[in-house]
């Protein structure tokens, strides 16, 4: 199994688990808290399309991929500016940024290397 492909269902079922740990009850803002439902659904449904040898589940796996790495984007620079010393799940904001950098950094690394899988199969 290539890193990109255990790495959805790994991030896939970790996403929600680690959001769900972190706002617990706050729903103040909802799209923050589904975008990593949405996302970890849709790694999951990417990786298990794989997994069966679907022609489409590497395609699935790069869009996947990508929309976990735009939707990082914001969430990990919105992080690293915040002024505030605590996150909203109580944590210190220095710990965040390390987490959601991490997270950030694995999201770019599966969105290049579905990318480059796709391309070497498509070469062939």
Do not use: C
Not at 26 to 34: E, V
Not at 77 to 100: C, M, R, W, Y
């Amino acid at each position: 199994m290539r890193f990109e492909h255990a790495a959805a269902y790994a991030m896939g079922a970790g996403l929600p688990l680690l959001e769900a740990l972190r706002r617990k009850t706050d729903f103040s803002t909802i799209p923050g808290y589904a975008d990593d439902f949405l996302a970890g659904a849709l790694l999951l449904w990417a990786a298990r399309l794989t997994s069966k040898g679907r022609p489409s589940g590497p395609v699935w796996l790069l869009l996947a991929w990508a929309t976990l790495a735009g939707g990082l984007y914001g969430s990990f620079f919105g992080q690293l500016e915040s002024t505030a010393s605590h996150d909203v799940g109580g944590l210190p904001n220095a710990t965040v940024v390390v987490i959601k950098g991490g997270l950030y950094a694995i999201a770019i690394a599966g969105t290049v290397q579905s990318a480059r899988f796709l391309a070497k199969r498509s070469a062939t």
